[in-house]
């Protein structure tokens, strides 16, 4: 387990007003479904631990257009944090690359089993239920559609959706394939059909089906 007063350093990068789709619920979420799936493997589960806790430091600067990337960012920093802690050098830069890993959108590849991890837990909060609720609710922030019909995913050009219906088409539903571990791969699969029975149901609403 982190010790108290790294877990409050973590913390306090979170502030109560920040978005839900990224505030410290969040980071809960991705350190339950980490625990879940370290128990799988062979991993050092402190740096698992450290990489959740500090993985989106950054968030809330990068929201207010403070810094570019929270990953990139959030990787420099908590190295800062670690060292100032005396932890070991290997720990620390295998929860650096972790972090400067785990974004879905910078396409860095995890270099080690314990970012497999986090990419894989930072990804699967992304699906089912809470995934649904998240993405309409930062849709919502946003102030972006929740379905245009005569923007179909098909004639939808961008990369992640112009409506939060078009995303859960464009990225949401891809995250399965996105998964490296194999328990991962597994939650991924029963959360993404839960997405799709809502689609299906969405679907057959906006026509008046149901």
């Given at each position: ?16 007003s920040m978005s ?174 839960f997405v799709e ?14």
């Amino acid at each position: 387990m982190a010790d108290d007063s790294l877990r409050t350093v973590a913390r306090s990068y979170f502030e109560d007003s920040m978005s839900p789709a990224h505030d410290w619920h969040h980071v809960q979420r991705v350190e339950a479904l980490a625990n879940r799936l370290v128990a799988e493997y062979a991993v050092d589960e402190r740096a698992v631990e450290l990489a959740v806790l500090l993985h989106d430091i950054g968030r809330a600067m990068e929201d207010a257009g403070e810094i570019e990337d929270h990953a990139v960012w959030g990787a420099r920093k908590a190295r800062q944090i670690l060292k100032d802690r005396n932890v070991p050098a290997q720990r620390v830069e295998t929860v650096s690359q972790a972090i400067r890993a785990h974004r879905y959108s910078n396409d860095i590849e995890p270099a080690t089993r314990e970012a497999e991890v986090l990419c894989d837990a930072d990804n699967l909060d992304a699906l089912g239920a809470v995934g649904l609720a998240r993405c309409f609710t930062y849709g919502g922030e946003l102030g972006e559609a929740i379905h245009d019909p005569d923007v179909p995913p098909s004639e939808d050009s961008t990369a992640v959706g112009r409506t939060q219906y078009n995303h859960l088409h464009k990225k949401i539903l891809s995250l399965p394939e996105r998964m490296y571990t194999d328990a991962g791969t597994a939650l991924a699969e029963d959360r993404a059909a839960f997405v799709e029975r809502f689609v299906d149901r969405f679907d057959a609403e906006v026509a008046g089906e149901r």
